[in-house]
C-alpha cells in the first residue's frame, strides 16, 4: 500500500521525506519489523516507541509514524509526526487491514463483569443460527470455529485488526468483541466501527492502572460517546452506572433489567444446581445457567440477538441450548455429594455475585467454603475487600494464593487477611500452596454443601516470578474427587 493512501486516515501535523513509497507492512515492536514496514512509534504505559525507532530503521522500516521527529533523520526514510501516536496507530492499522468492520457487525461488551460470558454467548447463538462468526475474549479469539490463543481481553490495534480482516475475508458476518477498560484508554479500538455496545455493569477494578474509579467509569463511558448514530447501545439498568454511560452517545439507547421496565425485562422463576427458569418478556425459557449474574448476562444476549434483528422466539430456542463459558461458574458434582463450583471471580462484586447464587440454591440447607486468592502486581486496595466479602458469604473460607506474580504470595495474603475481624478470622485459614488449599477444602466438605473455587476460572496456570507453570482449579478437584 502507498504511504500516501495510507495517511488519508489521519491527519499528519507533518511529513518529512517522500510519501510515495510502498509499505508492506506495519508494526509497533521494532524486533517484528521487516524490509518495507512502517514502525509506529507509540507512547505507551511501559515502553516508549521513539526509543526504537533506529532500531527499527536497521531491521528495514521505510516510514516512521511519531509524535516527535528525530533531529537525525535517515536518508530514505520518511517520518510521519501526529499529535496523537495511539489514535493514528488504531486508524491506520484499520485502514492497512481493508477496513475490516466495514464489512462486518461487530458488537463490543464492556464492564467489569460479565464481558467473557455476554461475548461467547453472543458468538454461540449466532453460529447456533447457523453464521459464520469472530469472537475476541479474554479467554480465547476464534475465526468461526478456528481457535487462536489470546495474550490480552483486547490485543493491540494491529493484532486485532489483523484479526479483523481475516474474520472479514472469511466470511464471518458478526464479530463479539469483549472491550477492556485498557483498550479504550490506549485507543486499541480507533478507527473500528462499531454496529452496537453493550454495557454489563461497573465496580472496582484495574484501579491499580485507572487510579480512580471516577477514571475507571469515564473511560468506560468513552467507549459509549464514540459509538456510531446507526449503531445501538444496550444497558443494564440495574447498575447504577447504566445511563451514565449513554448521556453523550449518539447511538440508540435500549434497557435491560431483572428489576426495573425496561427494553428487555427479565425473572428468576425458579433456580438449581442444574440451572434456571427465567422469564424473559413474559416468555418462559429454561436454561443451563445459575445465579441472576448469569441471568442478567443471558438477558443481555437476548436483547443483543433482537437488535440485531433475530426474533424473541428464536433466540429464546437458541438461549436454551447454551452451556455456561469454561471457568464462568462451572459447577462439577463429586461422587460424595457435594458440589464444587469454579468461578473467574477476581473482584468484590463478581466474588458477591457469585455467592449470592450459591446461596439461593442452597436455602440454608448446606454449607459454603470458599477458595480464594488475590493476583500479585494489582490493585491492591480490593483485597482486604474480597477476604471481607468471602468471609460475610462463607462458612469457612481459604486464603491462598492467585497468579502471585512478582510479589511474595504470603505478603499478598496478609493484605487480604488484614480485612478480617475477630469474628471473620475465626472461620478463616491461609495455605500458600493453592493445591493444597483446595485439597484441605475438600476435606472440610460434607454432603450437601459447596466449594467455591474462585479466581482463576479458565486459567490453566499459575505465573510465579514471570513464569507460567501449568495450574488447573478444575483439574485439582477431579483428582480430589477420586481420592
Request: one cysteine or more; charged letters at 25%; glycine letters at 8%.
Amino acid at each position: 500500500m502507498i504511504l500516501k493512501e495510507l495517511l488519508k486516515a489521519i491527519q499528519p501535523v507533518q511529513i518529512a521525506g517522500d510519501p510515495n513509497i510502498e509499505i508492506t507492512g506495519i508494526n509497533i515492536d521494532s524486533r517484528r519489523v521487516e524490509d518495507g514496514h512502517l514502525f509506529m512509534a507509540m507512547r505507551g504505559t511501559q515502553t516508549d516507541g521513539h526509543a526504537y525507532i533506529a532500531a527499527a530503521i536497521a531491521k528495514g522500516a521505510v516510514a516512521i509514524l511519531c509524535e516527535e521527529i528525530p533531529e537525525s533523520r535517515k536518508e530514505g526514510v520518511t517520518y510521519v509526526q501526529v499529535k496523537d501516536s495511539e489514535d493514528a496507530t488504531g486508524k491506520l492499522a484499520t485502514c492497512f487491514y481493508g477496513d475490516p468492520t466495514s464489512k462486518i457487525e461487530l458488537v463490543g461488551v464492556t464492564g467489569t463483569n460479565g464481558k467473557t460470558t455476554i461475548a461467547t454467548l453472543l458468538y454461540n447463538t449466532f453460529r447456533y443460527f447457523g453464521y459464520k462468526v469472530g469472537l475476541l475474549s479474554t479467554v480465547c479469539n476464534y475465526i468461526d470455529d478456528e481457535a487462536i490463543p489470546t495474550e490480552h481481553t483486547t490485543p493491540d490495534p494491529i493484532t486485532l485488526n489483523r484479526l479483523l480482516g481475516r474474520m472479514a475475508d472469511e466470511g464471518c458476518k458478526y464479530v463479539f468483541m469483549e472491550v477492556s477498560s485498557h483498550a479504550i484508554a490506549q485507543k486499541r479500538i480507533s478507527g473500528l466501527k462499531f454496529a452496537g455496545g453493550i454495557f454489563t455493569n461497573l465496580t472496582r477494578d484495574h484501579l491499580d492502572y485507572h487510579k480512580t474509579v471516577e477514571n475507571y467509569l469515564k473511560t468506560k463511558k468513552k467507549f459509549f460517546d464514540d459509538m456510531p448514530k446507526d449503531a445501538f447501545s444496550l444497558v443494564n439498568l440495574d447498575d447504577r452506572n447504566g445511563l451514565v454511560m449513554t448521556q453523550n452517545t449518539r447511538s440508540k439507547v435500549y434497557t435491560y433489567s431483572l428489576r426495573s421496565l425496561s427494553d428487555f425485562k427479565g425473572r428468576v422463576l425458579e433456580s438449581h444446581f442444574e440451572g434456571m427458569l427465567l422469564d424473559f418478556n413474559n416468555k418462559e425459557i429454561a436454561v443451563r445457567f445459575i445465579g441472576k449474574f448469569n441471568a442478567s448476562n443471558l438477558l443481555a444476549v437476548f436483547g443483543a440477538a433482537v437488535l440485531l434483528g433475530k426474533k424473541e422466539e428464536e433466540v429464546l430456542v437458541a438461549l436454551s441450548t447454551l452451556h455456561p463459558v469454561s471457568g464462568r461458574f462451572e459447577s462439577i458434582r463429586s461422587p460424595q455429594g457435594f458440589t464444587a463450583i469454579v468461578d473467574y471471580a477476581h473482584t468484590p462484586d463478581a466474588l458477591v455475585n457469585v455467592l449470592n447464587a450459591i446461596h439461593g440454591v442452597l436455602e440454608g440447607k448446606g454449607k459454603v467454603i470458599t477458595v480464594i486468592g488475590a493476583g500479585g502486581n494489582r490493585d491492591k486496595g480490593k483485597r482486604p475487600i474480597m477476604a471481607k466479602e468471602a468471609a460475610r458469604n462463607s462458612d469457612r473460607v481459604i486464603i491462598t494464593s492467585d497468579n502471585p506474580r512478582f510479589e511474595d504470595p504470603q505478603e499478598i495474603i496478609n493484605d487480604m487477611l488484614a480485612g478480617l475481624d475477630t469474628e471473620d478470622r475465626k472461620k478463616t485459614i491461609s495455605i500458600v500452596d493453592r493445591k493444597e488449599a483446595i485439597r484441605t477444602a475438600c476435606m472440610l466438605v460434607e454432603k450437601g454443601d459447596v466449594v467455591l473455587v474462585a479466581g482463576k476460572g479458565h486459567e490453566n496456570y499459575q505465573e510465579i516470578k514471570g513464569v507460567k507453570h501449568h495450574f488447573d482449579d478444575k483439574e485439582i478437584l477431579i483428582s480430589c474427587f477420586n481420592g
